[in-house]
């Protein structure tokens, strides 16, 4: 049977557009409290990992053996945009580790944020890896290596005692024995789970000292996670303290409900991050969790090029009862 329509796409009288997907919130006890759709196929979580990534960080006593602030434990989580406030903080946090950015295994793109990357199209500035959104998860690889004092060279491969490590917690959180992996876009390893064991272990997460830890860096610093005006800031602001959120590449989106010991997994069958981010907004607002600063992810307006709304985006209705 094929996954629910989540997310329509409308114009004029008409649904355009659909986007299929599976949904899963678990408990701590590994309980699924909600599901659409099929939940147990394995996937790629891509970016919505990396809270999961940053475990090793915390849990080494490297972040406490740098002196790394809550802004540096959230950008180890991070897919930034590529601004001054995340590429000075990354700058920083490699010089203080006795690192380079030529240390970085991730490669260049430029900056997520129309205006920085059109101010260095001006100066004829060109991107280096540090304008990597996932520079920040890289450069917390390499801070753990530099604590247990091994190579840092080839920190990104499977082989590696810190991506090791990363998959060690992940076999906690899942209880997965073995875990399939693939290279992730910045030359990482990103271990597949299925919707359920990602939202299962995400729940297990808010309950351990590290994953609160990590959890809490990220929701008081939301905008070191994403950047300026895009979804993860916004539903973590509007979620007050009770909610971190982290979207993924490929439709995938992760969350985390620390004071409901609660996890969120959405996969979007045709790969759409517009989809996820509105199934995850209908998510949130099914549990009460959804600021009203949020509420323009929930519904969107459709334009077309002179302006004019002529559609929107919106949850079908399969998204219309959350109940956990």
Excluded at 230 to 240: D, E, F, N, S, V
Aim: hydrophobic share 45%.
């Amino acid at each position: 049977m094929p996954n629910p329509i989540l997310v329509e796409l409308t114009r004029g009288p008409l649904v355009e557009s659909v986007h299929r997907g599976a949904v899963a919130i678990a408990d701590a006890t590994g309980a699924i409290r909600f599901s659409l759709g099929d939940i147990e196929t394995l996937t790629y979580s891509r970016s919505s990992l990396k809270p999961m990534q940053a475990i090793p960080l915390v849990e080494s006593g490297a972040a406490d053996a740098f002196g790394l602030s809550g802004e540096e434990i959230a950008l180890a989580c991070a897919s930034h945009s590529g601004e001054p406030m995340h590429t000075e903080r990354v700058a920083a946090w490699l010089a203080r580790i006795g690192c380079t950015e030529s240390d970085l295994a991730c490669g260049a793109h430029p900056s997520r944020y129309e205006p920085v990357a059109e101010a260095m199209i001006r100066a004829g500035a060109k991107p280096t890896r540090i304008f990597n959104n996932c520079s920040g998860k890289h450069t917390g690889f390499l801070t753990v290596a530099r604590h247990w004092d091994i190579a840092t060279e080839g920190y990104e491969r499977v082989d590696h005692p810190v991506q090791q490590a990363v998959a060690a917690a992940l076999k906690t959180l899942t209880g997965a024995q073995e875990l399939v992996f693939g290279i992730d876009g910045c030359a990482a390893p990103n271990f597949a789970t299925s919707v359920a064991d990602f939202a299962r272990a995400a729940a297990r997460m808010t309950g351990m000292d590290v994953g609160r830890r990590i959890l809490t860096a990220m929701i008081a610093h939301p905008e070191m996670i994403s950047g300026t005006g895009r979804a993860c800031a916004t539903l973590i602001r509007a979620g007050g303290e009770e909610v971190s959120v982290k979207i993924g590449a490929e439709g995938f989106f992760g969350g985390w409900l620390p004071e409901r010991g609660l996890g969120i997994a959405i996969k979007i069958d045709d790969g759409a991050g517009r989809a996820s981010e509105t199934a995850m907004a209908a998510v949130l607002d099914g549990l009460g969790l959804l600021g009203d600063g949020a509420r323009g992810l929930l519904r969107g307006a459709v334009l077309n090029t002179r302006g004019t709304v002529v559609g929107e985006r919106r949850p079908a209705a399969a998204l219309a009862k959350i109940a956990v």
